[in-house]
């Protein structure tokens, strides 16, 4: 087996768990009249509905013949305000779909026909003002207003800078918390060179590289870091993310702070991208759990294979998660401490007989 030093940031090997594999009530309750109640994160992925990440809890048709939603659906926060309503027809988001803030206030107005985006799309601001007012015509994006929180337009009838922030909402062990993009727009479409930032909690933004746009067709980006943005697709979305389609695939996750920050990816990503291996490598055909231990700054101080494990391949594990640079503290009360974690993981072969692992699964013996 091989063993690299980067890291790898962008893209998910997460196991997706179908509903059909989940049949748990805590991850859905049968309600009346055919419906069902899901619960959610924030990010729409399935959890415990008494777990303290889960945000929305929807009331819709589920079709168990053909495997997806079919009907008018609202979603709830768990203040039972109304966050999202719309409709499938046949697994397609079809018409008008409707989103709230948690104080009532329209969030947006967005449109499908037979589930690609359609007509208008308004985004409104916690006030109430206007954010973004776009169109989807012939299947393509027209920009045509945007505000800025203070109220002051900023693009007018297609033409103007847009400014815009994609939250960073998954670990990642730089610290920023969004990517900020901004360039020109023209005729509703974006065009010439748009800059990229990465965005902190504290501290000013940090450019990481331009992309460039030639009547609204993406060409090629210079990203610098993190190193493997891809410099042949565009990263720009050019409105909110509608994270709500991710309750489409109905993947689940644990209520623990590695599967609510999006930890346990980063760590596959980061075994996957710094173990290759060989097709002569002896591998386990079973899971297997590691054991390290962390002081309450995350940092590792322990690490333990289990016997049964391949001396080589033992010692290549013991050294990449030496290089995992940061592990998330436990905490009980609010407070961080150490810990001890055991950490199940699996490796896998795909159809073309490359071995990776899987999505790992942590336990915490004390914290959470």
């Excluded at 966050?83 to 709230?100: R, T, V």
């Excluded at 173990?275 to 590691?290: C, G, M, N, Q």
């Amino acid at each position: 087996m091989k063993k690299t030093l980067f890291v790898f940031l962008l893209g998910s090997f997460m196991a997706v768990q179908a509903f059909a594999q989940a049949p748990s009530a805590k991850y859905m309750e049968q309600s009346i009249d055919g419906y069902i109640h899901l619960y959610f994160d924030q990010q729409y992925y399935l959890v415990d509905q008494n777990c303290v990440y889960k945000k929305f809890t929807r009331v819709i048709k589920y079709d168990k013949e053909k495997g997806g939603f079919n009907s008018f659906f609202t979603d709830y926060y768990n203040n039972n305000q109304p966050a999202l309503s719309g409709k499938y027809i046949e697994e397609k988001k079809e018409g008008e779909f409707k989103g709230f803030y948690e104080t009532g206030k329209p969030k947006f107005t967005i449109s499908f026909k037979n589930n690609l985006p359609n007509g208008d799309w308004k985004f409104f601001y916690p006030s109430g003002n206007l954010w973004l007012n776009l169109a989807y015509i012939n299947k393509q994006l027209f920009i045509k207003d945007f505000y800025d929180e203070k109220g002051r337009q900023k693009i007018k009838d297609g033409k103007g800078k847009l400014v815009l922030t994609e939250p960073a909402l998954d670990f990642n062990e730089f610290g920023y918390t969004g990517v900020t993009f901004e360039g020109r727009v023209k005729e509703g479409k974006p065009e010439g060179i748009w800059s990229t930032y990465l965005s902190y909690p504290k501290g000013s933004p940090e450019y990481i590289g331009i992309e460039k746009f030639n009547d609204g067709k993406f060409e090629g980006s210079n990203y610098s870091f993190p190193q493997n943005f891809s410099h042949k697709n565009s990263l720009i979305r050019f409105y909110p993310a509608f994270l709500a389609e991710n309750a489409e695939g109905l993947v689940f996750k644990g209520c623990t702070i590695d599967d609510n920050q999006g930890y346990n990816v980063y760590l596959q990503n980061f075994l996957n991208s710094s173990i290759i291996f060989e097709k002569s490598d002896v591998l386990p055909t079973a899971p297997f759990i590691v054991k390290i231990k962390i002081d309450e700054n995350g940092k590792l101080t322990d690490i333990a294979t289990p016997d049964s494990l391949n001396t080589s391949l033992s010692n290549v594990l013991k050294q990449v998660l030496t290089n995992v640079p940061y592990w998330i503290p436990s905490y009980i009360n609010g407070k961080t401490i150490p810990d001890d974690l055991n950490i199940t993981l699996n490796i896998y072969q795909n159809d073309e007989e490359k071995s990776y692992f899987s999505y790992p699964i942590i336990n915490r013996q004390e914290g959470r």
